[in-house]
């Protein structure tokens, strides 16, 4: 199975000025430099989205899916990974498949989710629609994702993400370093310390 996501875009910050003020060591009063750090805070949480797959925010989401894994024999259902977290209960929206008449929306009743830390499982009616073979991606899932608010992202991702901004501002665009071997940057760009924080958290299956 293969997908793809398009993830709606941020509608403020996953963290706040005065934290990262407080984390740089800048008196929260000053907001000279309050549109650098906004710039900053937006291009690490951006890169931690796209290394995790896991969206420090709330957002809609529409996974499309080439194809459904078959389940249990013994159960009428196939299924497909929802691979943007966190997802709760009640997130998705909207299920459509495909067919060759055009879109044809999937009742509730006809599918389940299963929300997982990592990525929740969505239980569709075997047999259910009938996709159109010449569509890339026949099945559209719409659902919400990410964290409520700074107060619900793990400490630990938080603690990464500062030290990214912190890192982006010392270094200015530079590695700060001459590579993985010499304790620098890996190829993303990430420096290896704060790679081994936001590896806990990383949904690595986004193609399988």
Do not use: H
Not at 4 to 27: C, M, N, Q
Not at 29 to 40: M, Q, V
Not at 172 to 195: T, V
């Amino acid at each position: 199975m293969t997908d793809r996501y398009e993830v709606s875009a941020p509608t403020g910050l996953a963290v706040s000025l005065d934290t990262v003020k407080l984390f740089l060591k800048i008196d929260i009063g000053d907001i000279s430099r309050d549109d650098e750090l906004t710039l900053l805070i937006a291009d690490a949480t951006d890169m931690v989205e796209r290394y995790t797959n896991r969206l420090l925010s709330p957002r809609t989401v529409v996974g499309k899916f080439d194809s459904i894994s078959s389940g249990d024999c013994a159960m009428p259902y196939d299924y497909a990974w929802l691979r943007r977290a966190p997802i709760n209960d009640g997130a998705v929206t909207l299920v459509q498949l495909m067919g060759v008449s055009g879109a044809e929306t999937i009742v509730a009743a006809d599918y389940r989710l299963k929300p997982f830390d990592e990525q929740a499982r969505l239980y569709l009616i075997r047999g259910i629609g009938t996709p159109d073979p010449f569509e890339p991606y026949p099945l559209r899932v719409t659902f919400t994702a990410g964290y409520a608010n700074e107060a619900a992202i793990p400490p630990a991702l938080l603690q990464g993400l500062l030290e990214l901004i912190a890192f982006f501002d010392a270094n200015r665009g530079d590695c700060g370093g001459c590579g993985e071997a010499a304790g620098g940057c890996n190829a993303l760009g990430l420096p290896q310390s704060i790679q081994a924080k936001l590896a806990m958290f990383r949904i690595r299956r986004v193609f399988a």
